[in-house]
């Protein structure tokens, strides 16, 4: 085994980089400053969940803009009516359509093609002709006006560019340092802000349109009766009265240049002062010039602020709104209409906040939890290889300088699911360094010198550690498409951690090994514990008590079925919609009386969880009819409800999730763990036999069902972070059935007469010492996890440490025995048509050649 220069120096070179680009997360910010121009990385962004902030996604409203459209095609339509001397009554809003209903063809012809001349180039890309937004067809004496799918989507495009500017300029209003604004899937706009703890403002200001517009009020319509044709009934903002509005802008608020809260001189009562443009300020002047006397309505998204009656004309473009505005609101509104309104209103179908108090405890944790699981695993490397253990330990520390330096370079941010995916990156970047471990003691055992033990052992582990890996990336793959936030950073780390393991196991410690063989002159590699010669397992047959295992399998994971069922799991909101509040005080919370307080609320069902010596209290209602707006309206009641009876709570964690988001998280959580068994399933199917691709599902359904039911009999959140541990599970599991698989492969061609349940129990009984240190190193990374992880984490880490159980028996006990039913069965159905297929399994053990 030979080294070439250029391989070492390239690899060192990897190495420097990597560690270059982790030191920028251990600098002080002075430091950082002064040295941070010279390092390829930044530091690694913390999420929210770390440093506390608020995290919201919006819905532009596709439906208003269309509705928007039409109403403007509407307008147009009864102007070209109008000036063909046919009645405006013609032209109607039929649904999604505008239908214009002349009296004869003639009329047709005349009016026809200029509607058709309303249509605007939509989805115009590179020379070739744009489609048109709108489809106009007439048949009889009747013309149709549809929206095009391409206007549809260029509008909906075009809206969310403006909406992701205007929520800027507002965001700019409310002073949030480095605030993530940015456009997510199609309609869709995320809003994260550091910092903020209450988004109370920001909602207003993110929440309305403010379109704004001055009308005309026709004093001589009754605001209780029926509105006549071109007058619309508004309520007014706050005073409970209806006003009988104009239809016809007498002044559009696109005109305003500025506004500003300030207080009346006379009541001292907030007030909001606003200025036109120049034309503005001219139309303003010519309107209240023509109209002294009259009364004058402004209005807001549909609400009249105030309607005062022009008492002399304004030449100066400038004028006040009154109301019962606040302080507050009156700050509110002049931002609006500073920034502009939106194309269309927006929907907040997600929001999450995390107090600074919590997210300082979460990094605590994570890097208390962190280091102690990196200890427990390189303290177990150590007691298992001695002074060899020493080496991989200097692969594990590399692994997680890398892994941070590769999430700095990537621009990722970390979230307290992503330190729990670094944790256990490590713990299953140490399976690699037990394989290559064992595979080296069984060269050595078989008389192989130093420099041979160390190349044949790398190179048989290399097959395993690949498979292995490849099967768990897929599932993390799949994770990162379809999860969300926090969940596909659990999914991103891991997957670089995985890719990691492989250069710092096959490359890094390799050169280790073979620089420790050379220098020591070494003829025979012998890798003993620190207590000496590893004790080993005695052979055991495994396929003789095949029955009982799969039996009590069988009953565990019937048993699961039925707590799947009864009690059912306990679904968080991520799944179910709803909100969620953690609320901290200084001193005990008396649970009966929030309790009494979110009932009167009448929010539907409301659950209650006490924490920390009983002065947290986490508080869960049940998702609101109504659509979005009705979560925020009750998550603004709950906060105002727990303030009012515990005057010094304060907010650590509060999330709202809609029902739009709930029903896409569910499908999208259980599509990727369907996915991923299938995935799983053709990896296998490919790299070895059919046979053990389905042998691999099987057993993988018990592990799944076990786990379902460990979450329904412990009442645990079955959220994002349960899914993230189901397809964690399914990575690890097939891991170790790969591990037991490859070794199976590996004697069938060795031992070609064997009977195949001898050779099962010969290759599980090989390989069962790799599997419970691989299983004991992933627990001892988790157990801090699950122990001080919190409450983030612990949903993810007590079922890991479960599955991992779970998934190790099921690999010794279960595994085999299905392989060898598939086997059996698949040769007595070829036997009875006198024929053997091609890479099937022989009674003997045999493989034939595929």
Known sequence: MHSSKWAVASCALIIVFGILASIPNILTPAALEKYGRFLPANPVTLGLDLKGGSHLVLKVDAAALQKARLNVLLNDVRTILRKAGQPVSAARLAGSNLTVALPDRIAVDKVLPEIRGLAAPAGVFGFGPGQSDIDVSGSGTTITVTLTPAGISDRLTAAVDQSLEVIRRRVDQVGVAEPLIQRVEGDRILVQLPGLQDPTRLRQLLGSTAQMSFHMLDASVDPNGVAPRGVSILPGADDGRKYPVEDRVALSGDRLADAKAGFDQRTNAPIVSFSFDSAGARQFADITRSNVGRPFAIVLDGKVLTAPVIEEPILGGQG??????????????????????????????????????????????????????????????????????LIANFGLVL?????????????STLTLPGIAGIILGIGMAVDANILINA?????????????????????KAYATIVDGNMTTMVGMLLLFMFGSGPVRGFAITMIIGLAISMFTSITFVRYLMREAVIRRKMKRIDIHSIFGKVWSIPSFSFMRGRYIAIAMSAFISVSSVVLFFTPGLNYGIDFVGGIQVVADSKNPIDLAVVRGKMEGLNLGEVALQEFGHGSTVLIRVQRQSGGEEA??????????????????????????????????????????????????????????????????????ILDITKMVGFFALMQ????????????????????????????????????????FSDLIDLSINQVIMRCIFTSVAVAASLLPMAIWGGDTVKPFAWPMLFGVIVATTSSIYIGGPIL??????????????????????DGSGAIENK
Do not use: C
């Open 320 to 389: 006040m709104i009154r109301g019962n505005f606040s302080v507050e609101e009156a700050s509110v509104l002049s931002a609006l209409l500073r920034s502009g309104a939106l194309p269309a209103p927006l929907t907040i179908i997600e929001e999450r906040t995390v107090g600074p108090n919590l997210g300082s405890d979460s990094i605590r944790m994570g890097l208390y939890t962190g280091l102690a699981g990196l200890a427990a695993v390189v303290v177990l490397m150590q007691v298992l290889y001695g002074s060899w253990g």
């Open 399 to 411: 692994h997680t300088v890398l892994t941070i330096g590769t999430l700095g370079l990537l621009g």
């Open 439 to 459: 595979r080296i003691r069984e060269e050595t055992a078989a008389g192989a010198g130093a420099m041979k033990a160390l190349d044949v052992g790398f190179n």
């Open 631 to 700: 979560q925020t309206a009750a998550l603004q009641l709950i906060r105002d409800g727990v303030k009012e009876i515990i005057p010094d709570a304060t907010f650590e964690r509060s999330e709202v999730v809609g029902p739009t988001v709930s029903a896409e998280l569910a499908r999208s959580g259980f599509l990727a763990v369907g996915l991923g068994m299938l995935a799983i399933l053709f990896y296998i199917w490919w790299r070895f036999e059919w046979h053990f691709a389905v042998g691999a599902i099987a057993t993988l």
């Open 716 to 755: 645990i959140d079955f959220n994002l972070t349960a899914i993230a541990a189901l397809l964690t599970l399914i990575g690890y599991s097939v891991n170790d059935k790969v591990v037991v698989y490859d070794r199976m492969r590996e004697n069938l061609r060795k031992y070609k007469s064997m009977p």
């Open 820 to 841: 060898l039913f598939l086997s059996r069965w698949w040769k007595e159905r070829e036997d009875s048509r006198g024929e053997t297929p091609a890479g099937a399994l």
